[in-house]
């Protein structure tokens, strides 16, 4: 027990922790980190004038988060104490101690979203010169072309079967998140190396096999074998970046959003359901605008000498 805390709130962090080890038979790893984690929160909460247990509503808690970020924590570290609190009075209530949990009510504040990574267009080149005749070595470009072109998803890409394909109008019907369908399009590069894999697509793949990319086994292709093979042809080509088909499809993203700035459009072409998802890609693209702006506009130009209308004075 604490000697540090008052009475009130030492004894039931006791009654807790004895809880955990005697009942829960939790690892001697998480229950120090429970211990942790609502020694600093009590400590702070005894520093505000609490001394029970019985005081400690969900403002008091919002206090708490507060004061973690305060200190520049982050969003997963207010996280694991928010979620400590509440199995600690949980705790409470099933001995009858407390009536309500003040913590279920307060959020940590939301994670900060990675950006996702992408490939330039040079690095997207080089991955694609798969010039092999090799059925394997089509089929693999093929995929990597489709993805690129496409931007679809790994597991549509899996999923598309050969009379979901409209090659000459340039159309795949795909089934996305939540089973929904929306038709990708698809052109150059990516309609020429499906057009090449279709014609030697037979050769390996099973009489029956609906599959428009098939494995060496001749059945549907699987979600790791594609990643292999993508990873090995980044290999292969020298490409510096790690290669995956999640990163072909932020390529195709970001790509897009710089030409066409039309983010509705590119929401769609994905797939997203809401464009708050697609708005992730802005954040990428906003390095490229700033930097046509430093370039174009009059008063953002680096280093610019003055013309001979400027006075120095």
Do not use: C
Not at 74 to 90: C, E, P, Q, Y
Not at 218 to 227: A, E, F, M
């Amino acid at each position: 027990m604490n000697p540090n805390f008052p009475t009130g709130l030492a004894v039931s962090l006791q009654r807790f922790y004895d809880y955990l080890h005697h009942e829960r038979g939790l690892s001697a790893h998480t229950q120090a980190n429970y211990q942790r984690q609502l020694t600093i929160m009590t400590q702070q909460l005894v520093e505000l004038g609490i001394t029970e247990w019985q005081q400690v509503d969900a403002a008091w808690v919002r206090q708490l988060t507060t004061k973690g970020m305060r200190e520049g924590l982050k969003a997963s570290s207010i996280g694991t104490r928010l979620s400590s609190l509440r199995s600690f009075f949980d705790y409470l209530i099933s001995i009858d101690e407390l009536t309500a949990n003040p913590a279920k009510g307060v959020s940590a504040p939301k994670k900060k979203r990675p950006l996702p990574k992408n490939l330039d267009i040079d690095e997207v080149g080089q991955l694609l010169e798969v010039n092999d005749d090799d059925p394997l070595s089509i089929r693999d470009r093929a995929m990597m072309e489709l993805m690129y072109g496409a931007g679809l998803r790994l597991a549509e890409l899996v999923s598309i079967d050969i009379q979901h394909v409209q090659l000459s109008v340039g159309e795949i019907r795909v089934i996305g998140k939540g089973n929904k369908e929306r038709k990708a399009p698809f052109s150059g590069q990516a309609k020429q190396w499906l057009d090449r894999w279709l014609t030697v697509r037979s050769s390996l793949a099973n009489e029956e096999e609906q599959a428009l990319f098939v494995s060496k086994r001749g059945t549907r292709i699987s979600h790791r074998n594609v990643q292999k093979r993508m990873e090995e042809w980044g290999i292969k080509q020298g490409v510096s970046s790690h290669i995956s088909p999640h990163k072909l499809r932020h390529s195709f993203a970001t790509h897009m959003l710089e030409s066409s700035q039309n983010l509705r459009a590119v929401q769609e072409l994905l797939g997203h359901e809401n464009i708050s998802t697609t708005q992730i890609y802005t954040s990428l693209d906003f390095q490229h605008l700033a930097k046509v702006y430093d370039n174009a506009h009059p008063r953002a130009k680096k280093n610019r000498a003055p013309s001979n209308s400027e006075s120095d004075d």
